[in-house]
C-alpha cells in the first residue's frame, strides 16, 4: 500500500563526539500530524538525535530526510529547512533585548519580509494561542519561565513550521509551570502539527505521543505506538518507565 | 614665595579654547565612529573560520596595543606623505585615532560576544536568520550592552588620549594649549586651564553615552536595571 | 650624522631604549607608592581622605597625560620652579600614573570577599592587622594580572616624554628623523622596538589573567 512518505526520516545515522558513538545506527520516521516521542537516559542520544534533524549537529554518516531534503547533504539550504522546521529549546532562548512582540516578529519580517504590522498582528495571534495576549509589549525577562517557554513556542509558530522540535521544553521550568507548557503542545497536537518531542515527563509522553522510540546508549532499543510506554517488550525500557524518570 | 597666578590674559582667549575643544570633539567623534566599526568587524573577523583574516585581525589588534600612539601617529602622517597622499592634519589625526581605538574597541567587542550564549545564536539560526542577520539583531545590541561601561570609558580615554595629535600640529585643544601659552608666556595658567577643559569635555562625554544608552537600550529604561 | 641609517644610529635607538625602561622603572615605582597611599586611601574610613583621593583620581583621570606633561615642564617653570626633562617626566607620569594604579588596586581591595574582612574584624584584629594580614595578601593576588597589564601601558605612555626635550627611545627617533629624513623606516623600527619591550608583557599579563580565571576586557588609557 502507497503511502504518503514521512516528514522526518533518519536512516542508520551514525555520530561520534570524539571516541563517544552518541548516534549508533539510529533509524525512525514520522509521519505527517504524528506525535513522536523520543525517551531515554540522559546520555542516551535522543536529543542529539534531535538536534541532527534541524542540522545543529552534522552527522558522520547515514541519510536525514526532513520535508524532502537531504539535511546530511553538504549543500543544504540550512535557511529553507529551517522555515521548515520550528524549534524549542530546553532554555527559552527569547532574545532577552527584544520585547516578546519583538521576538516572535523579528523572522517573519526579517526572514520572510512580512511588513511590521502584518507581524505584529500574527504575533498577537500566536500569542492568544499560547494564553499569553497581555505580554506582547513585555520583556522576556518579566515572565515566568513557563510564559516565557510558551512565548518562545509562539515564536517558532509564526514562522508556520511543517514540524515542531522540543528538546526537554520543560526540563528548566518548576514542577507547578511544566503543566502550562504541555498544555499548549497538547493544544498544537490536537490541532495535527507534526513533532518530535524529547521529554522526561513519562506522563505527559503517555498522553500525547503516537510513537514512542526508545533510546539506550546511542540505539533505537525499542520503539512502536504509545502502548510500548504500558506493555514495554525489552528489560530496559520497563526498568526505564518502572522508575518513572 | 613669588607666586604670582595671571588667568586673565590666558582666560581672554577663551574663543580660542572653545575651538580647540569643539575640534578635540569632532576628532574624538569621527574616531569612535571609524573605529568602533573596525573594532567591532575585526571582533567578529577574530572569530571568524577563516584563517588568515582571523590572524590579520589579531595582528593589527597586537601591533596597535603594545606601540605608543605617539608613535602610531608619525607613522600614518609620514607614511601616508611618503606614498604621496597629502591629506589634512586633522584627517590625519583621525586616522590614526581610529586605527588607535579600532583595535581596543576589537578587544572590548570580542569579550561582548564571548558573552552571548551560543542558546541566543542557536535560536535564531534555528529561526532561519541568516548569518549576518544574526549578528545585526541578536549579538550585536547585547554584546554592546554587556560592555558598554568598558567601551566608553576607552571612548573617554581616546578623547583625552587625541591630545597627542597636537605634535602632528592638529588644532585642537591641546595645540591651541601650546600656542596661547607662546603667546602670553603664562604656561601654568594655560595648562592648569586646559587641564579643566579636558575634565569638563570628560563629564560631558560621559553624560552623552549615559543618554545615548538611554536610546539604545530600551530594556534598562523600562526596567530601570542600571547599566 | 647625515646619509643612511647605520650602527650608529641603532645604537642611538638602543640607548633611547634605555632610557625607556629607566623612566618606565621611575614611573612604576613612583607610580606605584603614590598608588598604593591612593588606593588605601579610596578605602579608608575617613570620608574626607575618600573625598580627596577620589577627587585626584577623577582630575587625573580627566587630563591627558601630555598635559600633565606639559604643566610639569613648561607651567613650573614659567612659575620660576625649572624642572629637567628627566625630572618633569618623572614626575608627570607619577602623579598619572598613581592615580591608575589607585583605582585599580581599589578595585582589588575591594573585591576581596565581604566574609573575609567580617572574619578579620570577628578575630578583633585592628584595623591596620586586617589590612595588613587579610586583606592585603588576597588583595595582591588579584592585582598581579592587571598590574602586570598596565606596565604596558606605562612603557607606551614614556614615550610622551619626548615632548619635553627626554631623549627616550620615541624622542631618539626624531632626532635621527631630523638628519636622515626618513621618517616612516625610523618610527617602523621605533615602534618594533616598542612593540618588542610591551608584546612579552602583555602576554604574561594575559596568561595570569587566564590562571587567574577572569576574562574581563582590559580598559586602558591608550
Known amino acids: ?245 | 614665595m613669588g607666586l604670582n597666578l595671571d588667568f586673565s590674559v590666558v582666560l581672554e582667549r577663551w574663543p580660542l579654547f572653545l575651538d580647540g575643544a569643539v575640534m578635540t570633539l569632532e576628532l574624538a567623534f569621527m574616531a569612535i565612529l571609524i573605529g568602533g566599526a573596525v573594532g567591532t568587524l575585526c571582533a567578529v573577523g577574530r572569530g571568524s573560520s577563516n584563517r588568515f583574516i582571523a590572524a590579520l585581525c589579531a595582528g593589527y589588534v597586537e601591533a596597535i596595543r603594545n606601540t605608543p600612539l605617539l608613535v602610531q601617529i608619525f607613522l600614518v602622517y609620514f607614511g601616508l606623505a611618503s606614498i604621496g597622499f597629502k591629506f589634512s592634519a586633522f584627517s590625519v589625526a583621525a586616522v590614526a585615532l581610529a586605527i588607535n581605538v579600532g583595535a581596543y574597541t576589537a578587544e572590548i567587542m570580542r569579550a561582548g560576544f564571548e558573552s552571548i550564549p551560543t542558546g541566543q545564536i542557536e535560536a535564531a539560526e534555528g529561526l532561519a536568520l541568516s548569518r549576518v542577520q544574526v549578528y545585526w539583531h541578536v549579538i550585536l545590541l547585547p554584546a554592546i550592552e554587556k560592555v558598554y561601561p568598558s567601551l566608553t570609558s576607552q571612548f573617554v580615554l581616546l578623547m583625552l588620549a587625541s591630545s597627542v595629535t597636537s605634535q602632528i600640529s592638529a588644532e585642537e585643544l591641546t595645540a591651541v594649549a601650546n600656542y596661547v601659552q607662546s603667546d602670553t608666556y603664562r604656561a601654568f595658567e594655560t595648562y592648569i586651564l586646559v587641564a579643566l577643559c579636558y575634565v569638563v569635555l570628560s563629564l560631558v562625554l560621559r553624560a552623552a553615552f549615559w543618554a545615548l544608552g538611554l536610546i539604545l537600550f530600551p530594556r534598562r529604561r523600562r526596567l530601570g536595571t542600571s547599566l | 650624522m647625515g646619509g643612511s641609517l647605520n650602527a650608529n644610529h641603532l645604537l642611538f635607538l638602543g640607548q633611547g631604549a634605555l632610557w625607556t625602561i629607566g623612566l618606565s622603572a621611575i614611573a612604576l615605582i613612583g607610580g606605584g607608592l603614590v598608588g598604593f597611599l591612593i588606593a588605601l586611601a579610596r578605602v579608608s574610613p575617613n570620608k574626607l581622605v575618600r573625598l580627596t583621593s577620589g577627587a585626584y583620581v577623577q582630575l587625573v583621570q580627566g587630563t591627558p597625560l601630555l598635559v600633565i606633561m606639559f604643566l610639569g615642564f613648561f607651567g613650573l617653570a614659567a612659575l620660576g620652579f625649572p624642572m629637567t626633562p628627566l625630572a618633569a617626566a618623572g614626575a608627570s607620569l607619577t602623579i598619572y600614573v598613581g592615580a591608575y594604579f589607585g583605582e585599580i588596586w581599589r578595585g582589588c581591595i575591594q573585591s576581596v570577599p565581604r566574609p573575609q574582612w567580617e572574619a578579620a574584624e570577628g578575630l578583633g584584629l585592628s584595623r591596620t592587622q586586617r589590612m595588613l594580614k587579610v586583606i592585603l595578601p588576597q588583595a595582591v593576588r588579584i592585582a598581579t594580572p592587571p598590574t602586570v597589564g598596565f606596565m604596558v601601558q606605562i612603557i607606551k605612555n614614556t614615550s610622551l616624554a619626548s615632548v619635553v626635550g627626554f631623549v627616550e627611545l620615541a624622542r631618539s627617533g626624531q632626532i635621527i628623523n631630523n638628519s636622515l629624513f626618513e621618517p616612516f623606516l625610523i618610527y617602523a623600527i621605533v615602534a618594533v622596538i616598542y612593540f618588542a619591550l610591551c608584546f612579552p608583557i602583555s602576554l604574561l599579563s594575559r596568561r595570569l589573567e587566564r590562571r587567574m580565571g577572569v576574562g574581563r576586557a582590559k580598559l586602558m588609557p591608550t
Do not use: W
Open chain 1, 1 to 245: 500500500m502507497m503511502q504518503e512518505s514521512p516528514l522526518v526520516v533518519l536512516d542508520r545515522v551514525y555520530k561520534s563526539f570524539g571516541a563517544l558513538k552518541v548516534l549508533d545506527g539510529v533509524s525512525f520516521s514520522v509521519g505527517r500530524g504524528d506525535v513522536l516521542v523520543l525517551i531515554g537516559r540522559s546520555g542516551s542520544g535522543k536529543s542529539t538525535a534531535l538536534r541532527c534533524i534541524d542540522r545543529f549537529e552534522k552527522i558522520d554518516s547515514g541519510e536525514i530526510h526532513v520535508c524532502g531534503r537531504r539535511v546530511d547533504a553538504p549543500d543544504i539550504d540550512l535557511r529553507a529547512l529551517r522555515q521548515d522546521v520550528g524549534i524549542v529549546f530546553q532554555s527559552y532562548n527569547l532574545f532577552p533585548h527584544l520585547t516578546i512582540a519583538q521576538n516572535i516578529m523579528l523572522a517573519p519580517v526579517s526572514v520572510k519580509g512580512m511588513h511590521k504590522a502584518a507581524a505584529r498582528e500574527l504575533a498577537a495571534t500566536m500569542l492568544a494561542k499560547v494564553g499569553l495576549s497581555e505580554k506582547l509589549d513585555a520583556y522576556p525577562e518579566q515572565l515566568s519561565g513557563g510564559q516565557q517557554q510558551r512565548a518562545a513556542i509562539a515564536r517558532s509558530l509564526a514562522m508556520q513550521p511543517k514540524v515542531m522540535l522540543f528538546d526537554e521544553v520543560t526540563s528548566a521550568l518548576d514542577p507547578q509551570l511544566t503543566g502550562e507548557v504541555l498544555k499548549v503542545i497538547e493544544a498544537l497536537a490536537a490541532d495535527g502539527m507534526t513533532m518530535v518531542i524529547v521529554t522526561h515527563e513519562m506522563g505527559f509522553a503517555r498522553g500525547i505521543a503516537r510513537h514512542v522510540v526508545f533510546m539506550h546508549e546511542g540505539k533505537v532499543h525499542e520503539a512502536g505506538t504509545a502502548s510500548i510506554l504500558t506493555t514495554p517488550a525489552t528489560p530496559e525500557l520497563a526498568q526505564f518507565v518502572g522508575t518513572g524518570l
